[in-house]
């Protein structure tokens, strides 16, 4: 069995990750039942004995001692770590696995990456490694961090190029969460484009999570919560912005949008922790998805995002659950991925379903779904055996989708607009080694991103003409 470790970087990078936590132990707590410590916690948590006092672990198939999961903190305020440590996941870390500073970055992504990335460097490196060498066999680095800030984009993006220069050959997939253009970091679009560099250049996948759509989708669930129809009623403990039957009891302000992103998160890593007859290797996703290296976003969209209380209603046919995750509705980014073109698409499917009705959907579903001439067949799929917690079955998809290049080309708008009149720059010009050449660099790796994505798009509704028959002589 494979294990992975998950790097939770600044404050939106920690409180998805404590989300995540959160949620994985409700979800192991409803399958294991008989308190053994199995291969599926083994992928993300170690099993320390706490009457040894040398943190050894104890190896799987034994009763559950102590779990301790595979994760590095690491923030410039103290804030978010501190509250994790004083609340009911405290058990969960050690101090081994922390690091925090008291200043943090000022939502200045040169400091995060420059500043605190130099300083902090040495100490990063220890406990990565530290975390990497608990694993048997170490697959995948999941990176959560958001764009806007200066922790998250800055130092986020460093501790993604110290993953690469320490672990080449383990898998990074990102989750980064991107601001929303009414974002009340007046700097964010300097930190985005910044980072999306270092992402274009050091990440083998990113799922790009936007605010808004994360409101959107909270939005809409609260008001079918509060103004259903009768027989239209949610089951409270089934929507995916719930947090029912974990560890925190209090809801804080944003645990509906983080508790999405954690959702993402346990359904890209089901086929790692559970058995299932069609299962998805992680390092899968970046092979069969990513045909050219800098093209690497995948949009992510989840469904179904709750479940109907009145078991007299049917429940929604596993052909409606299909249809959802490619409609705009249900991604997680504003997009429209019927509209663009498609690189390749990935279908994790949990829960009771068959094989047949994978293959079934993809056929119904194609003919609608615009992919590249070179890649008709670009589909990858997985089958894990056990739902989320709440529900009979579910599905993510990861799209690579042109439908990302308008997300990025109003980053850039953004961008300009500040730039153009050098607001803010000597903010960033002031910190040791960033200098104007950072700034040029970073548009200029986005501009030439959007450009890719233009290409392909220019590409749609062409076909490749069919090589000719070969005639065979007489």
């Known amino acids: ?189 300097y930190n985005s484009v910044l980072a999306m560099r270092e992402l274009t250049e050091h990440a083998d996948c990113v799922l790009p999570v936007e605010n808004q759509s994360l409101v959107d989708i909270v939005s809409k669930i609260q008001h079918m919560s509060h103004g259903a129809k009768p027989g239209q009623v949610i089951r409270r403990d089934s929507a995916i912005i719930s947090g029912r039957g974990g560890l925190s009891a209090a809801e804080k302000p944003f645990d509906a949008m983080n508790n999405i992103v954690a959702n993402l998160l346990l359904s890209i890593t089901s086929s790692a922790r559970f058995e299932g007859s069609l299962n998805m290797d992680l390092n899968e996703i970046a092979m069969n998805l990513v045909p050219f290296p800098r093209l690497h976003y995948l949009v992510p969209s989840l469904t179904p995002l709750y479940t109907l209380a009145d078991v007299s209603v049917p429940t929604r046919r596993l052909d409606q659950m299909f249809s959802d995750a490619f409609s705009k509705d249900h991604q997680l980014i504003r997009a429209d991925p019927k509209r663009s073109l498609y690189l390749a698409c990935a279908l994790m499917v949990r829960g009771n379903v068959q094989v047949s009705d994978l293959r079934r959907n993809i056929e119904r579903l194609r003919p609608s779904l615009p992919f590249v001439s070179w890649n008709q067949e670009g589909w990858k799929t997985g089958l894990c055996s056990v739902p989320p917690v709440g529900h009979s079955h579910s599905l993510l998809a990861l799209a690579n989708n042109t439908c990302v290049k308008p997300t990025f080309v109003e980053l850039r708008e953004r961008f300009t607009k500040l730039y153009r009149k050098k607001a803010h720059l000597h903010h960033y010009l002031h910190v040791e080694g960033m200098e104007q050449s950072c700034f040029s660099e970073a548009i200029a790796s986005l501009g030439s991103l959007i450009e890719e994505y233009h290409h392909l798009d220019a590409t749609k509704g062409t076909l490749m003409p069919d090589a000719p028959r070969l005639s065979i002589s007489r």
């Open 1 to 189: 069995m494979t294990q992975s470790v998950v790097v939770q970087v600044g404050q939106c990078g920690n409180q998805v990750g404590c989300r995540f936590w959160d949620l994985a132990l409700r979800e192991h707590s409803h399958v294991n039942k008989k308190g053994l410590y199995d291969e599926a916690l083994s992928s993300f948590f170690r099993n320390v004995d706490s009457r040894k006092g040398d943190g050894r672990t104890c190896g799987v198939g034994g009763r559950i001692q102590h779990l301790k999961a595979r994760a590095v903190l690491v923030d410039m305020e103290e804030g978010v770590v501190n509250e994790i440590l004083q609340g009911p996941l405290r058990e969960v870390f050690d101090s081994t696995q922390l690091l925090t500073d008291v200043s943090g970055s000022g939502n200045n992504w040169a400091v995060g990456h420059m500043t605190y990335g130099s300083a902090y460097r040495e100490q990063i490196v220890e406990k990565l490694r530290r975390a990497a060498e608990h694993c048997d066999c170490l697959q995948c680095f999941f990176l959560i961090h958001s764009m806007g800030g200066g922790t998250g984009s800055g130092l986020g993006t460093r501790v993604l190029s110290l993953l690469e220069e320490e672990f080449p050959e383990v898998c990074r997939i990102v989750t980064s969460i991107y601001p929303s253009a009414e974002d009340d970091v007046i700097t964010s679009p």
